[in-house]
Each structure stands twice: as structure tokens, then as C-alpha cells.
């Protein structure tokens, strides 16, 4: 999670001193927000956005846990509960992954911290995924190629591969670098071919981190009573999809025993719930990606050679954004653009300054992700309508293996000072435009325009 905000967590137990032990043991990972009154949780609820409640299951008030597990499903059916308990009661285990839950752990031993953790990782993460999915269904055609912005010649090359292969029914691998887009790219492919019908759905599974028990009940479901934990049937990805589309991102990290169940669906077109005797027919078309050279693993015996060979049938690069700086303002200007709509700064714009800086760095690590990542610094950082070079590096202009041109790394340079030289004459004349303009100089109606230009507001510096 560590591309996504940071989670919040809303924790309700009414015995604190315990809890907040527990909390301070925890890694670091989360925001936890420790309540002990259900009541009060059920304000916190309904008032604030948690991507995760944790819930004692034996909270000693007029609601317990399984009265507070059934109003928060009723709040938001989509909101991940994992249930907390001293004793291992099953029937009120069972009532509880009835009820909802999506999973539960013991506590009150130091093991079982690591494993409240992982637990809690893993339910924020199926819940983002299942919410991503219900936003993708509803996604109009073309529009997952409508933000693949840009007009260099490998990213037409791009959107030409994914029209070619979108109406075939094969499998296809999408390499790239983490953070250049492949599940946009899978998306697209989606979309193009038509599966993007009622009830053909875009089915996002992230294979990383995924014991193997984990990825093959996720991928293929399972039947009550298949393992320990297995208190009710489950629909996996592939069933879910329908006649649609299962991703399975970063597929170099499955679990080599899950790689051989795919590869036997992939042959025989069917597969079998795990636990379940009878094979299950699907259409679905497999989709994966991987930052990883999965030719390498096939070479370490870590990935299975016939899978490699089946998904490559078709094959699509996602080039990095270093390999298509010169999409960098377009995109930059996309990106800003759907900030001001979403901020309400209809007038919010990024300078050619910026613009500069934004191309002269490496942008060896995450892609466009990182250059999201930079734009949103830069988005808190803005005080006025116009994000500067300064919003986008801080701590001053630094030149990369790549440099400027004399004349763009002057303009940057040139921004940079006349920024730093109004702000300074604007809060020393504390916001009075007449008495600023006369220490630079400058005829007012000139003082004003640099000033417009730079998206300062006067009114700002008066006090």
C-alpha cells in the first residue's frame, strides 16, 4: 500500500489500556484510531471515511461486537471488519464471518500482532479492489484510453497495440516499469474489445504478496468447508468476471503451485473451486502484467515456462516516462486540470517554468505515478492559480544527468527569481500594489500584470 494514502483505521474495544499496547506494537502502517464506546464508533462511522474497522467481538456495553458488526454493514456493506476476540468461541466466530466479517484473529499474544497486521493489510487492499471494480464497470467505453495521455510516437504505438489485439480473444502480457500505467493499459484492452457488457466485468488481483492458499481461493474460490476457515462459499475472480476480463497484476509473484492450477484452467478453459469436485466452465479473458523479466524467473525455475509461453501470446510494452519526456507537459497539464475541477480551482495552471523542471528530471523510479506524486506536492505547496518551479522542487533548482538547455534552464532560473522578488515586495508592502510597484520601479499597471502573470493576489500578503 504503499503508492495509496495511508490508511485509516477506526479500532473499537472498550478495554484502552490493552488496545493502545497493542497499537504500539504494531508496524507502523496505518493511522489507528482507538474508540471504546460502540456508540461512539457508530458517530465516527457515519461521519468519517476508514478503509478498515477493527472490532473486538466481545465489547462489554448494550451493543457487542456482533450488534456493532451488523449496524456497520448497514452503514456500508463494502467496509472491511476484521473481528478481534480473547476467546475462541466458534459459534460467535462463525456468527461473525456470517455477519460479514471479513476475517478474524486472536489476540492477546505477540504473534498475533504480525498477523492483525498482515490481516488488515489484506482486507483494506480486497476492499479497494472490489470498490475499484464496481468504478471500472461503470467506466464509459474509450474512456481508459482517453487517460492515456500523450502524443509521442511510442504512445501511439501504444494505443495502436491495443486496438490490434483488444477483439482477440488470447491471453496478453503487459511489462513495464511499476507505476507507467499496465492496469490503465488492461483496462483499455477491456473496454476496446466489447467485454465491457452487463455483466462482463474488468476484475483487478494482485498477486504479490498472496500465500498460496490465499491466491487460489482469491483466483478460483473456494466451497464451504474446504479448509479451516472456509465457513461459506466464495466466487473468485475468474467466475466474477463473467464473459469479462481478469488482470492479474505483478503474475511473476504467484505462487508457483497457483501457476500450475492456471495453467491447467488456460488449457481445459475450465477450473475447479478449491475443495469442489466438479470443473466450472468459464470465458473470461486472462489479462496479466509484471514489473518483473519473468524470462529470468522461468530461468530460476521460479515461474513456470509453459505459462510464461501460454501468456505471451500476445505481448505489450508500456514504455517508461523517461523513454517519452517530451509527453511530460501534456500530461502535467491533464493532471492539473482534473485537480482544479476536483478542488474547484477552475483557474489553476501549470507555468512553463514548471514545466521545465518537471522535464529535466530522471524519473527513474514509479513513472507517472511519481510525476502524480510531485504534481500533488506542488498542488499543496500553491498559494495562488499558477504552480511554479519552485512548488515543484522546494528545495531549490538541481540539474539532473539529463540538464536544460541554457536557455530553458534560464527561464526556470528567471521564474524562480521574479516569484521570489514580488512575494518579497508584496508582503514588505504588506499587499499595497502602489507602494510595492514604486520599490521595483515599475509603473503600477506593469507591477500588476507580472504580478497576474505569476498568480500572486495582492489581498493575500495584507497581513
Known amino acids: 500500500m504503499t503508492d495509496e494514502a495511508r490508511p485509516r483505521v477506526l479500532y473499537v474495544d472498550d478495554e484502552t489500556a490493552q488496545a493502545e499496547d497493542m497499537i504500539a506494537l504494531m508496524p507502523d502502517t496505518m493511522d489507528i484510531e482507538l474508540v471504546a464506546d460502540p456508540d461512539t464508533a457508530q458517530e465516527r462511522i457515519k461521519d468519517s471515511a476508514y478503509d478498515l474497522i477493527l472490532m473486538d467481538i466481545d465489547l462489554q456495553a448494550k451493543i457487542d461486537g456482533l450488534e ?9 456493506p463494502e467496509l472491511p471488519v476484521v473481528m478481534l476476540t480473547k476467546y475462541e468461541d466458534p459459534d460467535r466466530i462463525v456468527q461473525s464471518i456470517k455477519g460479514g466479517a471479513f476475517y478474524y484473529v486472536t489476540k492477546g499474544k ?3 500482532i504480525q498477523q492483525i497486521d498482515h490481516i488488515a493489510r489484506l482486507a483494506i487492499k480486497d476492499a479497494r479492489s472490489r470498490r475499484a471494480e464496481e468504478i471500472l464497470d461503470d467506466i464509459d467505453p474509450g474512456s481508459a484510453m482517453d487517460m492515456m495521455v500523450g502524443q509521442s510516437p511510442t504512445m501511439e504505438h501504444l494505443r495502436k497495440e491495443i486496438r490490434r489485439v483488444a477483439s482477440e480473444p488470447c491471453t496478453v502480457l503487459i511489462t513495464g516499469d511499476s507505476g507507467t500505467g499496465k492496469e490503465l493499459v488492461a483496462t483499455a484492452i477491456h473496454q476496446e474489445s466489447g467485454r465491457h457488457s452487463r455483466g462482463s466485468r474488468f ?3 494482485n498477486c504479490a504478496g498472496l500465500s498460496r492458499e490465499l491466491a487460489e481461493s482469491t483466483l478460483f474460490g473456494h466451497v464451504r468447508g474446504a479448509f479451516t476457515d472456509a465457513v461459506q462459499d466464495r466466487t473468485g475472480k475468474i467466475q466474477h468476471a463473467g464473459r469479462g476480463t481478469v488482470f492479474l497484476d505483478e503474475i511473476g509473484d504467484m505462487p508457483v503451485e ?15 473451486k478449491v475443495g469442489a469436485n466438479d470443473s466450472i466452465p468459464f470465458s473470461a479473458r486472462i489479462v496479466a502484467a ?9 530461468q530460476t525455475d521460479k515461474f513456470r515456462d509453459d505459462l510464461y509461453y501460454r501468456l505471451i501470446a500476445y505481448k505489450i510494452h508500456v514504455p517508461p ?5 517530451s509527453d511530460i507537459p501534456i500530461i502535467a497539464r491533464s493532471i492539473v486540470a482534473r485537480r482544479a475541477r476536483e478542488t474547484g480551482r477552475p483557474e489553476l495552471r501549470i507555468s512553463n517554468g514548471a514545466l521545465d523542471a518537471l522535464q529535466v528530471r530522471d524519473w ?3 513513472n507517472v505515478r511519481e510525476l502524480q506524486n510531485v504534481l500533488t506536492g506542488a498542488f499543496i505547496r500553491c498559494d495562488g492559480d499558477v504552480i511554479h518551479a519552485e512548488h515543484i522542487e522546494p528545495e531549490g533548482f538541481t540539474f ?3 540538464s536544460l538547455s541554457y536557455e530553458d534552464a534560464s527561464r526556470v532560473a528567471r521564474e524562480r527569481f521574479k516569484i521570489a522578488y514580488f512575494t518579497h515586495l508584496l508582503r514588505t508592502a504588506r499587499g499595497v500594489v502602489s507602494a510595492a510597484s514604486k520599490m521595483a520601479d515599475l509603473k503600477e499597471p506593469a507591477f500588476r500584470k507580472h504580478v497576474r502573470e505569476l498568480g500572486l493576489d495582492p489581498a493575500k500578503f495584507k497581513d
Open 68 to 76: 456493532l458488526l451488523r449496524r456497520v454493514k448497514g452503514f456500508d
Open 110 to 112: 505477540v504473534p498475533s
Open 203 to 205: 476484475v483487478a488481483m
Open 258 to 272: 497457483v501457476q500450475a492450477k492456471l495453467l491447467r484452467a488456460l488449457q481445459e478453459r475450465k477450473f475447479d
Open 290 to 298: 509484471t514489473a518483473k523479466d519473468l524470462e529470468q524467473l522461468v
Open 321 to 325: 516516462l523517461r523513454e517519452r519526456k
Open 364 to 366: 527513474k523510479r514509479n
Open 400 to 402: 539532473s544527468e539529463r
